[in-house]
């Protein structure tokens, strides 16, 4: 079956997702002149780059002295050095052209009295090769992101861009060795369309509902990584998954680290900073991945609060003001979702699955490459969370991720806006949306099977308890066979809406098979991995190992187990130390 | 508790019109209204349909009419209504399915105000500078997560759909007020129009309904003044 010709479109860009690395991509080729089409499953300004709090980090300097050498220090020992440190030092040094575009663009930080743009601490951002905290995060309020995300998205409307709200995209094509397009499926009626286009960023944002407890909205399904990973293209370090320390009990809500920022203390059941004991110098402002397992460790030697599996976010003693003034948004949160007054009362806070350090591998460019060589698939490009450059490493620092999608979502524009002119429309074969049109029409019909529901919710605990915070051996093999029975089952799964239009339940079954793709790169990397590294912690391996896995995983899909290969670290400027705070 | 969650439902390939049903649902003690659809649509009627996205009152898809009033379904706590609650999709907008309006005018009103910096000058090395108190003065409506819960609250909006709406005044006055932004003039002349500013008859709705708690009816009446004093 063809799909008609005016479900067809040519574009010399497409873009899909309208986070913050999808915007800036759009608004570099647009204000090139180049047509380009960004497509979402929402709209643009429910992306999740909205619901980022606390800040982004650039060495402006506006109150201190900072230079971009330490920022790119302190993302590389944050990463505990599987940072590529190629990309860490484009990091660093464009932040700060960054961030003064966001700026010239309208974006309202708050501001010192001098006029300049604000700066606070945050976690692991230090001054001087890791001396003591610096001011590097730049903010508005407790709503940076939203505030990217808005000023973003104006200055797309501003330029032009053509958005496509609520297009799925369900398929890449990517044929001869080039990316040509996109399947999308449109939400509002159920057609297809096919994008032709000589360039592809995926822009599709993180994975986080994989796990229970997440602090990622329900449309974070791993989409971009599934489906490249579905064409051959390997997942990198998918391992690394970061738990963020203060999250809403039982919710997962997040309560930025910003809270820390500004002094707030964590408390375990006998009232103790406990940080004291597990990161003497930096304390509450350590890196998450030591705060989670600290918050851990304490639960599980019978500290949490009352005995429970949660310990205290106390500010009380910042005083109104400053919590009025500079977290109003998750003071609101707290009183909301929790029935807790911040300003008199400690906040409880356990650790919530928040961030995916991999994901698709890219080159500094945002071109995706596909093995241990960084080969280039021409044309298509991958920035922002579903993407692996890797600046991350094994673990994030606070405020790198607004950071990282901006930076690398600027490159991304640039290079496509070069590859456009070099390539035009590519041709695609008539019949290019069949298979994914005949996948969506059986998940649509099949006429008995299981609730996917039921099937997202035990992938969601199992990926919780046997691939979270710890992991032993044990626990990632009994992981891995629930991972790959739920999938068997999901090959069998029925949705009851049987409708074309706005059918969200066929869509939320095909994200769980993204979910279930992405899992499986995850479980497998991890068991694969024996030693402890940044986000990825082996009670049955504690320690960290550079002489076996100072490399890059790849993950890459076969009809069975996953196959793993690795690739080396760039390592330019800081040789591997041992990880202190 | 156990709850009586009425729904208004449609779907616009099996209905003539909009009916109601109602499910009895569990509501755990901190479940907000979101929890409850959640719970419908994966263990009772799949085909119950609406728009969500971050859960926790940020992303603005999840407007409906809760109780009567316009609110965030992840945002309204199930025991602070009661027993008995009713969901509706916002008011004065085309049904597509069950709770999902469509959004595409209320978009297109919000980009008709401009909503965007411009400010033509030469960049300059490093930021432009602006003092907190100018950064303040529009602090409020920097806020808006374009819910539509404001504009589809408004009576002068239900009687008159052309009207431009609350949320794309107060996204025209995070402009006006900001030191940085030239486009002030054009924009007060949008909104001089007769589908503007005068529309507003201050009722406060909008601002009763607003889940970012900005001052809405406030800032319509600063942008209103605006108007007022370039005609000088």
Redesign the interface.
């Known amino acids: 079956m063809t799909v008609p010709e005016r479900q067809v479109h040519e574009f010399p860009a497409v873009i899909v997702g309208a986070g913050g690395a999808g915007l800036w991509a759009a608004l570099e080729l647009a204000r090139e002149g180049i047509d380009t089409a960004v497509l979402t499953k929402l709209y643009p300004t429910r992306s999740h780059t909205g619901a980022a709090q606390g800040g982004i980090c650039a060495a402006l300097g506006n109150h201190e002295e900072d230079h971009w050498e330490w920022h790119m220090f302190d993302t590389v020992k944050g990463g505990d050095y599987l940072v590529d440190q190629d990309a860490a030092e484009v990091l660093a040094r464009e932040a700060i052209e960054t961030v003064l575009e966001l700026e010239h663009m309208g974006l309202p930080f708050n501001r010192t009295p001098d006029g300049k743009i604000d700066q606070r601490r945050f976690g692991g951002h230090t001054r001087n090769f890791g001396e003591a905290p610096v001011r590097r995060s730049c903010f508005a309020a407790d709503r940076t992101g939203h505030m990217i995300l808005q000023t973003l998205y104006q200055q797309c409307i501003k330029f032009g861009v053509r958005f496509f709200d609520e297009y799925h995209v369900v398929d890449l094509i990517i044929e001869g060795g080039e990316t040509r397009g996109v399947v999308a499926y449109r939400i509002a009626d159920g057609e297809m369309h096919v994008f032709r286009s000589p360039a592809v960023l995926l822009a599709t944002g993180g994975f986080g509902r994989m796990f229970r407890i997440t602090s990622n909205a329900h449309a974070l399904t791993g989409d971009g990584p599934a489906l490249a990973y579905r064409h051959g293209i390997p997942l990198e370090d998918m391992e690394f998954y970061q738990f963020h320390p203060t999250g809403i009990v039982g919710i997962g809500i997040l309560l930025s680290e910003a809270a820390r920022g500004e002094g707030g203390y964590l408390r375990n059941d006998a009232g103790e900073r406990f940080m004291e004991k597990y990161a003497p110098k930096l304390m509450e402002l350590g890196p998450r991945d030591v705060i989670s397992r600290a918050m851990y460790l304490e639960v599980r030697e019978g500290r949490g609060i009352g005995g429970g599996d949660y310990v205290h976010l106390d500010l009380t003693h910042l005083g109104r003001a400053v919590i009025e003034a500079k977290l109003p948004d998750i003071t609101e949160f707290a009183r909301v979702y929790q029935g807790i007054e911040p300003i008199t009362q400690p906040v409880p806070v356990q650790p919530t699955a928040h961030y995916a350090m991999g994901g698709i591998p890219t080159d500094v460019m945002a071109r995706v490459v596909i093995d241990e060589k960084n080969t280039a698939l021409p044309g298509l490009y991958a920035a922002g969370e579903c993407a692996c450059v890797s600046v991350h490493g094994a673990n994030r620092l606070g405020t790198n991720s607004l950071i990282d999608i901006l930076v690398f979502g600027r490159r991304a524009g640039r290079d496509m806006a070069r590859h456009v002119r070099r390539n035009g429309v590519p041709d695609v074969p008539a019949d290019v949306a069949e298979p994914v049109r005949a996948e969506l029409e059986a998940l649509r019909t099949r006429p008995v099977g299981e609730n996917p529901n039921h099937i997202r919710a035990e992938l969601a605990s199992v990926m919780m308890d046997e691939c979270g915070v710890f992991r032993t051996g044990t626990s990632l093999v009994r992981a891995y066979n629930v991972v790959c029975d739920l999938k068997d089952r999901y090959r069998r799964a029925q949705v009851q809406d049987r409708g074309r239009v706005f059918n969200t339940d066929l869509l939320e079954a095909r994200e769980l098979g993204y979910l279930l793709d992405c899992a499986e790169a995850t479980v497998m990397s991890a068991m694969a991995r024996t030693e402890s590294r940044g986000g990825h912690y082996r009670e049955d391996y504690p320690q960290r190992d550079d002489t076996e896995w100072l490399q890059h995983s790849l993950a890459y899909r076969t009809e069975g187990r996953p196959e793993m290969r690795y690739k080396p670290v760039s390592i330019t400027h800081f040789e591997p130390k041992p990880r202190t705070y | 508790m156990l709850v009586d969650l009425r729904i208004l439902r449609f779907?616009?390939?099996?209905d003539e019109k909009p009916h109601w049903d109602t499910y009895s649902v569990e509501s755990g003690p901190?479940d907000?209204v979101l929890d409850l659809l959640h719970q419908v649509?994966?263990?009772e009627?799949?085909?119950l349909?609406?728009?969500?996205?971050?859960?926790?009152?940020?992303?603005?898809?999840d407007a409906m009419l809760i109780n009567g009033r316009n609110r965030l379904a992840c945002?309204v706590?199930v025991d602070q209504l009661g027993r008995r609650v009713s969901v509706a999709p916002l008011p004065g907008m085309r049904v597509?399915?069950d709770l999902?309006v469509d959004?595409e005018p209320f978009?297109d009103q919000y980009?008709s105000v401009k909503?965007?910096?411009v400010?033509e000058e030469p960049?300059?090395e490093?930021?432009?500078?602006?003092?907190?108190k100018?950064?303040a003065r529009?602090?409020d409506t920097?806020?808006?997560?374009?819910c539509a819960a404001c504009t589809t609250a408004c009576p002068s909006f239900w009687a008159q759909p052309s009207f431009v709406g609350p949320a794309a005044i107060v996204n025209a006055h995070r402009?006006i007020f900001?030191s940085?932004?030239h486009a002030s003039e054009e924009r007060l002349e949008i909104l001089a129009d007769e589908d503007g500013v005068w529309r507003c008859r201050t009722i406060f709705n909008c601002t009763d309904a607003c889940p970012r708690g900005i001052h809405i009816t406030q800032a319509i009446l600063e942008v209103s003044n605006a108007v007022v004093e370039r005609r000088g």
Not at chain 2, 50 to 55: E, G, H, I, P
């Open positions: 779907d616009p390939e099996r901190m907000r649509k994966w263990e009627d799949g085909t349909t609406f728009r969500r996205s971050c859960a926790h009152g940020v992303c603005g898809s945002k706590r597509i399915k999902v959004m978009f980009k909503p965007f910096l400010n960049e300059p490093r930021e432009r500078l602006q003092s907190p100018e950064r529009y602090d920097t806020k808006c997560i374009l402009f900001d940085r932004d």
